[in-house]
């Protein structure tokens, strides 16, 4: 498919656990196209984070492929994966990730210096502008509140312009209208920059916004998201 940027082929993942190994992920054939906004849903436990972990190449499938444009993560060292996802992706978490003793600025500003940019500090200006936080730019993460620490968390992920945007529950800490603002940020990043946004979520506003839903369930995709894949 010439179009497709994200590609999964029968991605297993197992965990060991206290009991035994724990398989988290039970075999996921899945194709996700350039530009596509796709929703990851389903109850607790049922591995939509563990999959997007898979996709972003922060875990490591213990069986199957998974393909991110075009390039086997499986087949790269640490190193390497490190420098794809630099290069190709941003990565929002429900609790932020921020560095405490960075500023909004410089947290935004560390990605694009560790990708050699030569404008890394205008860069990360103009993005802390574009998530309304000009005024707060120099304030250290405990000085913001949940709603703009997850601004600076989008601004850091939307930087370097990545191809690929993988969100995991970036409104579950927050109040609903904190929530709704980060929701119109994160659609409104992906319009401007053109990237391809994958997010778990279990806000069902949040999931209706997206081109597709994949429901997942005990580590499987649910039937209707096996037939959406068949059609």
Request: one cysteine or more; charged letters at 20%; a negative charge.
């Amino acid at each position: 498919m010439p179009d497709e940027i994200l590609a999964l082929t029968d991605a297993r993942l197992t965990l060991a656990g206290n009991a035994g190994p724990v398989e988290i992920l039970k075999g996921i054939t899945l194709s996700i196209t350039r530009g596509e906004t796709v929703g990851l849903v389903g109850p607790s436990g049922s591995g939509k984070s563990s999959l997007l972990m898979l996709m972003g190449g922060l875990e490591r499938a213990t069986g199957g492929k998974v393909l991110a444009l075009g390039q086997d993560l499986a087949a790269m060292n640490e190193d390497a994966l490190a420098r794809f996802r630099r290069g190709n992706m941003g990565v929002v978490f429900q609790s932020f990730h921020l560095i405490p003793t960075m500023t909004a600025l410089e947290n935004v500003a560390l990605p694009l210096e560790l990708a050699g940019a030569a404008d890394a500090f205008d860069r990360a200006r103009a993005e802390l502008v574009s998530v309304g936080l000009a005024p707060r730019m120099h304030h250290y993460p405990a000085q913001l509140s949940g709603g703009e620490q997850q601004r600076v968390a989008l601004a850091r992920a939307a930087a370097p312009r990545p191809a690929i945007l993988l969100a995991d529950e970036p409104t579950g800490n927050l109040d609903g209208v904190n929530g709704q603002a980060i929701m119109d940020l994160l659609f409104g990043l992906r319009d401007r920059h053109g990237a391809t946004l994958v997010l778990v979520t279990h806000a069902p506003e949040l999931a209706a916004r997206c081109d597709r839903v994949i429901h997942l369930a005990d580590g499987l995709l649910a039937p209707e998201a096996v037939a959406k894949a068949a059609e």
